[in-house]
């Protein structure tokens, strides 16, 4: 815990503007580029149902088998993060934010509070967001420690024993993607989506490094720019504007490409807005604020996934 750093506001002396500001960062994107799933406690089993083929010529005989419908599933688990911060209100009384402080001493008099809390709460997704995808759960020291991101259960799926025993996911064979051969990597993972959900529609997941490739390739082989349509949605050139690419913050520098529906890939949180959320406790001059919110990730069916061998 530590109060807030004010050693560069104490020296700070002339003409200052009476308002703060933030350097531009990535909210929760992830929230948006995937489907969310509210009012999770603890685990929801997201139930799948397969039935199978059986169609043949008519005959009396009635030729049902045990196995027409078949149930299983996957897990959408939450866990719990916080965040805690303390603050000392005294501190702002020795730089320029005495100003705009009330008279008397006021333990909770922070300077710029709503301002303060909300700049909070955006770094706070901005933390989640940039940490999300690779999570692997372990000691819960920090997000990338808490659960298992979207990432790691795709590559937890890939793993040799999963595919060896049918429940994983065998990639699409890409090597490495350059400027010279994404438009090719990319329409390649397209086409190797089943005829039903091309038919259907479903969107290319990537990071903005794949993104820049791609239009580098593109613009190369067709003389422009890739350009989204009037509303800011890219779409992949002959499909119709059935299949987006979806350019992600929250993939980083990843050479991934994952192929699939927006709502096979889940958020699960307790209630949205969890994160703007603070609870508040006074201890003499010292005010503790502490966010507390449910968060994980989840793929609905692997059977509706492709992804290609980068990671």
């Known amino acids: 815990m530590a109060t807030p750093d004010t050693s560069a506001l104490a020296a700070y002396a002339g003409a200052h503007e009476q308002k703060l500001f933030s350097t531009l960062r990535n909210a929760l994107d992830i929230s948006t580029d995937i489907t969310v799933v509210p009012g999770i406690k603890n685990t929801l089993k997201l139930t799948k149902l397969t039935v199978r083929d059986g169609v043949r010529g008519y005959r009396e005989a009635f030729d ?20 805690d911060m303390m603050i000392n209100p005294l501190k702002y009384r020795n730089s320029w934010m005495s100003q705009v402080m009330q008279d008397g001493v006021n333990p909770s008099d922070i300077p710029f509070a709503a301002y303060v809390s909300e700049q909070s709460a ?14 692997k759960k372990g000691d819960s020291s920090s997000v990338a420690t808490t659960f298992d991101g979207l990432g790691t259960q795709i590559a937890a799926a890939i793993a040799s024993e999963t595919v ?5 996911l065998v990639p699409v064979t890409t090597g490495a ?20 959900f091309r038919r259907a529609g ?12 791609y239009n580098d390739d593109y613009r190369e082989k067709y003389r422009k720019n ?41 958020c699960g949180v307790d209630a949205l807005g969890d994160m703007d959320k603070i609870h508040t406790d006074i201890e003499l001059e010292i005010v503790k604020w502490r966010w507390i919110f449910a968060l994980g990730f989840a793929i609905r069916d692997l059977d509706a996934i492709k992804v290609n061998d980068q990671a």
């Open 122 to 135: 955006i770094k706070i997704a901005q933390e989640i967001n940039d940490n999300a995808y690779l999570a």
């Open 226 to 266: 890739y350009e989204s349509n009037e509303d800011g949605v890219y779409y992949i050139d002959t499909t119709s504007r059935k299949i987006q690419l979806v350019p992600c913050t929250w993939m980083g520098s990843s050479q991934r490409i994952i192929a699939t529906p927006k709502d096979n890939l889940l």
């Open 164 to 168: 060896k025993a049918g429940t994983g």
């Open 64 to 83: 049902a088998a045990d196995n027409d419908l078949e149930y299983s599933g996957r897990d959408l688990s939450v866990e719990l993060l916080k965040r």
């Open 177 to 196: 993607i350059t400027s010279s051969n994404a438009v090719h990597t990319f329409e390649k993972m397209t086409k190797a989506m089943p005829i039903a």
């Open 202 to 213: 479903f969107n290319l997941y990537c990071s903005y490094d794949l993104f820049d490739k």
